[in-house]
């Protein structure tokens, strides 16, 4: 392989963050200002092991979150005691929690709408309040940073001859 073909797979697994991604979304942090990430993605080698499947970031009772690009809303309401709002992107699913909804079932959304606030409820990130941002594709949870463009630079190995050998298990296939 050469240079120029191992850079566009780094161009292609990367997304741009904030800017226009090669499908025309465009993706913004669901916290104003960017937030700081309290704890970030730590998922478990297996998916029936605990790990941290999304990332928690500082937040105060109150304050506004906002969906982190377009889609429609899939759920909004307690589950288990805290307020959920998910928002589903085509083949992604971002998850906000404890968020107190202010959307619906159903309502189309834009990156940068309201979806609610931060519920003032203590435990997921001890003695602060924090909002809990997650991503799926599919059944495979994801670094939600990735949609920024801060989550962790990673290559990964190409092969052009076969298609049976590129599977990757890795929150950077998302782009593929």
Same mark, same amino acid.
């Given at each position: ?20 991604? &090669? ?35 500082? &937040? ?40 107190? &909804? ?8 834009? &990156?940068?709408?309201? /979806? ?51 599977? /990757? ?8």
């Amino acid at each position: 392989m050469t240079w120029s073909g191992l850079l566009l797979v780094i161009t292609t697994l990367l997304p741009s963050g904030p800017a226009d991604d &090669a499908g025309g979304t465009t993706w913004r942090w669901p916290l104003r200002p960017a937030p700081e990430v309290l704890r970030p993605y730590d998922p478990p080698a297996h998916p029936w092991e605990p790990g941290h499947r999304g990332v928690d970031l500082a &937040a105060r009772p109150g304050q506004a979150v906002y969906a982190a690009g377009p889609g429609r809303v899939g759920y909004a309401r307690d589950l288990a005691g805290r307020g959920v709002v998910t928002v589903i992107h085509g083949g992604l699913r971002t998850t906000y929690l404890p968020v107190r &909804a202010t959307v619906r079932p159903g309502r189309a959304v834009t &990156a940068g709408t309201r /979806i609610g606030v931060v519920e003032g409820a203590l435990g997921h990130c001890g003695q602060v309040a924090c909002l809990h941002w997650g991503l799926r594709r599919g059944l495979s949870y994801l670094d939600p940073l990735i949609l920024v463009g801060r989550a962790p630079v990673r290559l990964l190995p190409w092969w052009d001859d076969d298609p049976e050998r590129r599977v /990757i298990h890795s929150p950077y296939d998302i782009y593929h």
